[in-house]
């Protein structure tokens, strides 16, 4: 999975939602019930593989046009949005292997 820029794309959309979670999750103990450990765990968490995430976008760039572009980043930014994006993308043909992808 890890050896072509799509599977990559595929894990870093899930773990990008997932560390969402726990940031919301990490937040809504922050808020409601006081401790703080939540938002110190999953915010950097978060933050990396939300930087991973954009990084590996930006890999795939070449073979999207501008617009796909813009909303793959975009998606990052409200939770679950990468896999939304992340599954629009493969049924569209958008994430399909190729020859120099190693698949």
Request: no cysteine.
């Amino acid at each position: 999975m890890l050896s072509s820029p799509v599977g990559r794309f595929r894990l870093f959309a899930l773990a990008e939602a997932v560390s969402w979670a726990g940031l919301l999750i990490g937040m809504f103990l922050k808020y409601v019930v006081g401790p703080e450990i939540g938002v110190k765990i999953f915010g950097p968490i978060h933050g990396g593989i939300f930087v991973a995430y954009v990084l590996v976008t930006l890999m795939l760039a070449h073979r999207w046009d501008r617009r796909t572009t813009f909303w793959a980043l975009v998606a990052s930014i409200p939770p679950f949005g990468t896999v939304f994006f992340e599954r629009w993308a493969q049924k569209t043909g958008k994430l399909a292997e190729t020859a120099s992808d190693g698949a």
